[in-house]
């Protein structure tokens, strides 16, 4: 079931509509999901609540493959959505890739991260 | 194929060294460590407490064999290395073991020097130098009463009071008159001593051993007078020689230690060495602090990245005897030419004295309250002119830490339920917790792992005291030369000088010019290096916005909830009628939660979502308000009373003044935020002496004030000078603005700023000096003709629109 809902990929949009080393959100009823796109275009998307006081993640300075949030400074990593260590906690991590242009989500996020 | 590091030493030096490897090149090394003794790697410093009773063996432990394994290292301990042959690039241990390498780490430490009398030899002489010692004095302790330690220095002091914390009746043995003659003064020295005999230690001042004297074990010392005392323990305490002999006989150049120049090289290329063992510039340490530097540096090195010298270093002591505090830096004795500055209150205990020469901090030495004492010791390393707070300077660093502590500064009498950090709710518990479970080191580590002092930094001195409380020593001195982040081994001053003179205009050039360890650099250097292109060129339109704090890249204040603020300006803190309605519509409009009057005479509307600002702005434009900058590190807001034009004791049009000042430098950025104030007289109702900038009026012209504010710790402002008209009042603003912006680091405010710097250099360049003042107010002029657009206008016109806008809504 989860894994036929993966194949669900819904478009969100093209690569050129996020800045490079910038992020877009995009609303669902599950909540905001940020997208991020690093310096090399890699797409990245996680749940837009820093696991710390809840942050909007999509609001922070994207380096590497780091987010720092807004709030309070906390650095996440972008391809697991893990915090960076000492800090512990994770983002939900959502699955994404780009077909040429385009940026392609899944909604299931990946599992194994309680920040739903 | 790795290559092959052999590190001989296995102390903090060398494994200190292995760790920043570690952390800068993973990869490059097969690494292994032989080490004489039979642990994994322990605190050196913290053999005290661990005789003393208040740590244990476990307590010390910096890295415990696992950690070995999970880094891949190969450990020999318990195996001393007899012999390097450098041309078959191989060492050799005392049991045969032989491992060759490509590259040869020396951390052979020191060895503790004893007094060659007869009798140095017997059983029940010791020295005071590892875990190995330590035992042998707990074995004495329970079997035996009385101890002499033989030196009344650093290392004889900490051991004698661990033996009395043993139950053992302990006598000093010391040559000189005084305690620790190389680290304090007779005063400092006498009240030390009252109080270590208070507690029950008794000391033998200016006496000499001639003879330790016993059949088998030792029974008794013979000084040269003559006179005998009775003892059933000896601790040589006399002090330590570099460890070089393996070294030497391998034919690598020493003289008092391994020579090694600036990147911890040896002569041999292949060879380094760091730690106690080595001699650079002449000096060989016996303390933590520089070890931790020449391990970065060596690290650095050897991991083939080619950055970084080591230059030396200004080393301080601390004493760590629990219930005393003792600090002691650089010369403090005083020699022809300096000056003396002394405090001292005999009952509380307390003795500060300074040792100044030219209005600059020589040395320093403290007793009974210490907290002042990385202050003092940050002046003296900096070389900081003291001369404009002289007066205050033996009083302390007014407010250190003092965010509702009130004047309990002693964190070791707090309990663990006392709050250091106030604003990331961190007690003195989970501070010492992290500190001892974690292994940290240094003030980041700290920082890191817990968050004290992360946020404004007001703690800053009560989480360093923590930290030489709880590992003891020196730990947390900062290396001098502060790199900007840790991108980067370059400080803002090196950043900067290199944008201007060498014309770099983005941020992608700096950081390939400059060697940035991370391709696109951190959320703390970005920011930075944006703002300085943007200082520096201020007509060539660079302004990486990604590069900016999300307040600045939009516009407004995130709040805790991810909504913004909206502070539209107040020219000098006055409105109208017209303004105000406009206000009032768009909160009925956009069911703002909270409309609250600033500390800046200005009106902010809290609560709004990101879609709604542009909108929110075209409504303010159309009344003619603009955006406030209350978001940026940037010109906030001048502030002003009504002045002449209405109070009875006015004496120029203060809110006039305010008005052109502020028409005159918004929209400026900075490198923290700005504020400004104007007083119609001297009851200074506008607050002008707590604000970056700030004028009172006197009825003969103006006083300008500098490097005042309010918050984190108050700073009243340093009188700047005084000048007749408005126009004077208007070129000096810029002057000053434009120096603070072409020299201050990024995110230091104007009061740390001119601390560091000193009045008197800002004095110089703009009251003395026209020309310069002239030139600076030019190039604020200058930069201003680029700055003064309103970005509320240019995004209620589209600009940036991705910013206000969600990608895409999805109904799933």
Not at chain 2, 137 to 154: F, S
Not at chain 2, 169 to 188: F, N
Not at chain 2, 590 to 603: A, F, L, M, P, S
Not at chain 2, 651 to 663: M, P
């Amino acid at each position: 079931m989860v894994a036929a809902m993966r194949e669900n990929w819904i478009d969100i949009g093209s690569l050129s509509e996020i800045p490079r080393l910038g992020a877009r959100v995009v609303r669902t009823r599950q909540g905001d999901i940020a997208v991020f796109r690093a310096a090399g275009d890699e797409i990245f998307a996680l749940r837009d609540k820093c696991p710390h006081r809840g942050g909007p993640l999509s609001q922070g300075i994207v380096h590497g493959k780091r987010v720092t949030c807004p709030l309070h400074d906390w650095k996440i990593h972008l391809d697991s959505g893990e915090a960076v260590a000492p800090d512990e906690g994770c983002a939900a991590s959502y699955p994404v890739k780009l077909e040429g242009d385009r940026i392609m989500l899944s909604l299931i996020p990946e599992e194994g991260c309680p920040n739903q | 194929m790795k290559e092959k590091l052999v590190v001989i030493g296995n102390g903090m030096a060398g494994i200190r060294t292995v760790e920043e490897l570690l952390k800068v090149s993973p990869e490059t090394y097969r690494i292994t460590v032989f080490g004489a003794e039979p642990y994994g790697n322990y605190n050196r410093i913290m053999l005290s407490p661990l005789l003393a009773g208040d740590k244990t063996i476990d307590d010390i432990m910096l890295n415990d064999e696992q950690w070995y394994v999970d880094n891949g290292i190969t450990l020999h301990k318990g195996k001393e290395v007899i012999e390097i042959d450098r041309v078959g690039r191989k060492v050799i241990a005392a049991d045969g073991t032989t491992e060759e390498y490509d590259r040869l780490l020396v951390a052979t430490g020191s060895t503790p020097f004893i007094i060659p009398v007869p009798g140095h030899d017997l059983e029940g002489v010791v020295s005071f130098r590892d875990i190995h010692d330590v035992d042998q004095m707990l074995a004495a302790a329970k079997q035996h009463t009385h101890a002499v330690v033989i030196g009344g220095g650093l290392l004889g002091l900490e051991a004698a009071n661990g033996l009395m914390q043993q139950g053992m009746s302990v006598t000093v043995v010391h040559i000189m008159d005084t305690l620790m003659e190389r680290q304090l003064d007779v005063p400092a020295a006498q009240m030390l001593q009252a109080s270590l005999e208070a507690r029950g230690m008794n000391f033998l001042m200016g006496a000499e051993t001639e003879a330790i004297i016993g059949k088998d074990h030792v029974e008794k010392l013979r000084f040269k007078d003559g006179t005998e005392i009775y003892t059933d323990l000896v601790v040589m305490a006399v002090g330590i020689r570099p460890n070089f002999a393996l070294a030497e006989k391998a034919g690598i150049h020493c003289e008092r230690g391994i020579v090694v120049s600036d990147t911890m090289q040896t002569f041999d290329p292949r060879i380094y060495a760091v730690g106690e063992c080595v001699q650079h510039r002449g000096v060989a340490y016996g303390l933590v602090a520089p070890l931790f530097e020449m391990a970065r540096v060596c690290a650095n090195h050897l991991g083939q990245h080619g950055i970084g010298r080591y230059v030396g270093t200004v080393t301080s002591t601390k004493l760590k005897v629990t219930g005393i505090d003792l600090f002691s830096a650089g010369n403090f004795s005083g020699e022809e030419g300096t000056e003396e500055l002394v405090f001292q209150d005999a009952a509380r205990g307390v003795y500060r004295k300074l040792v100044v020469q030219d209005n600059r901090i020589k040395g320093a030495v403290m007793y009974g309250d210490t907290i002042d004492g990385s202050w003092y010791f940050d002046l003296m390393r900096d070389g900081t002119d003291i001369s404009d707070f002289r007066e205050n300077l033996l009083f302390g660093q007014a407010h250190l830490g003092d965010s509702g502590h009130g004047d309990d500064n002693r964190v070791v009498a707090m309990a663990d339920s006392a709050e250091i950090c106030g604003c990331n709710g961190v007690c003195k518990g989970d501070i010492v917790k992290a500190i001892s479970e974690k292994k940290l080191f240094t003030l980041e580590d700290v920082r890191a792992h817990t968050k004290a002092s992360s946020s404004c930094g007001s703690c800053t001195g009560l989480v360093e005291a923590l930290l030489s409380h709880t590992v003891g020593g020196d730990y947390s001195t900062a290396p001098h030369q502060k790199p900007l982040c840790g991108c980067t081994e370059h400080t803002h001053d090196e950043v900067r000088t290199a944008i201007k003179e060498q014309g770099l205009k983005s941020i992608q050039t700096i950081m390939t010019t400059l060697g940035w360890d991370n391709p696109d650099g951190c959320s703390k250097c970005r920011p930075a290096l944006n703002y300085y292109l943007v200082c520096q060129w201020p007509a060539e339109g660079i302004d990486d916005y990604q590069s900016r704090f999300i307040n600045e890249r939009v516009h407004a204040n995130i709040q805790k909830d991810g909504t913004y603020s909206v502070i539209p300006r107040m020219w000098g803190g006055g409105t109208t009628p017209k303004e105000l309605r406009a206000i009032a519509d768009v909160a009925e409009k956009y069911n703002v939660k909270t409309v609250h009057v600033t500390g800046g005479q200005r009106i902010a509307l809290y609560g709004l979502k990101k879609e709604e600002l542009p909108g929110i702005w075209y409504e303010l434009n159309q009344a003619g308000l603009v955006s406030g900058h209350a978001y940026g590190k940037a010109l906030r807001t001048v502030k002003t009373c009504v002045g002449k034009e209405w109070c009875r004791f006015g004496t120029q049009d203060s809110t006039h003044l305010g008005i052109e000042l502020e028409k005159m430098t918004w929209g400026s950025w900075t490198p923290h935020k700005f504020k400004m104030a104007v007083s119609g007289c001297p009851r200074n109702c506008a607050e002008a002496t707590i604000k970056d900038f700030g004028v009172v009026c006197v009825d003969s012209g103006y006083e300008l004030h500098v490097g005042g504010n309010g918050g984190i710790k108050v700073r009243a402002t340093d009188l700047l000078c005084a000048v007749k008209s408005e126009k004077e009042v208007l070129e000096y603003t810029a002057a000053f603005m434009q120096l603070y912006r072409e020299e201050a680091h990024y995110l230091e405010r104007t009061a740390p700023w001119i601390e560091r710097v000193g009045l008197t250099y800002v004095k110089e360049r703009i009251v003395e000096d026209e020309t310069n003042r002239k030139a600076l107010a030019e190039r604020f002029r200058y930069s201003q003709k680029y700055m003064q657009a309103d970005p509320w206008q240019a995004r209620a016109e589209g600009t940036d629109k991705h910013e206000f806008e969600p990608l895409k809504v999805v109904a799933g």
